[in-house]
């Protein structure tokens, strides 16, 4: 965890706030479930301890935070490993992207099929019983 901190951007005082162990354990179970706004909190707490938080340091967090997410979601395992400056690098896009969306208001609507269509896939699904 403390190479990926530092990978993130965070200094030597901010990480060993993060990691000290009379807290409460930061894992990348415990970021999975942190959302941009409780991230902000965090850092408002960590610059309460005293230690300086810079705002790249805090977006990267906020990026391993929604990859983890993304990895519970399509089943991966979580590695500290895994998080280097450049697998943060490569993440943004799609975080940006992933908040950017908004679901589009007007749905395509679909036309109710007519009754010759109807028919006609009926007597093409169920084969026919005259020549029985």
Same mark, same amino acid.
């Given at each position: 965890m403390d190479v990926m901190l530092q990978s993130a951007?965070?200094?030597? #005082? #901010?990480?060993?706030?993060?990691?000290?162990? &009379?807290?409460?354990?930061?894992s990348l179970e415990v970021l999975a479930t942190l959302d941009d +706004?409780?991230? &902000?909190?965090? $850092? +408002? /707490?960590?610059?309460? #301890?005293? #230690?300086?938080? /810079?705002?790249? $340091?805090?977006?990267n967090l906020k990026t391993i935070s929604y990859?983890?997410?993304?990895?519970?979601?399509?089943?991966r395992t979580l590695d500290p490993?895994?998080?280097n400056a450049a697998s943060i690098r490569l993440w943004k896009p799609e975080r940006k992207s992933e908040s950017e969306y908004e679901d589009p208001d007007d749905r395509p609507k679909l036309a109710k099929p007519d009754n010759a269509r109807r028919s006609l896939a009926l007597s093409m699904s169920f084969p026919s019983t005259s020549h029985v």
């Open positions: 951007g965070f200094n030597a #005082a #901010a990480r060993a706030v993060l990691l000290d162990p &009379d807290r409460e354990n930061l +706004k409780e991230i &902000d909190q965090l $850092a +408002k /707490s960590l610059r309460a #301890a005293g #230690a300086y938080v /810079s705002t790249n $340091a805090l977006e990859t983890c997410r993304h990895m519970e979601r399509t089943q490993g895994n998080f």
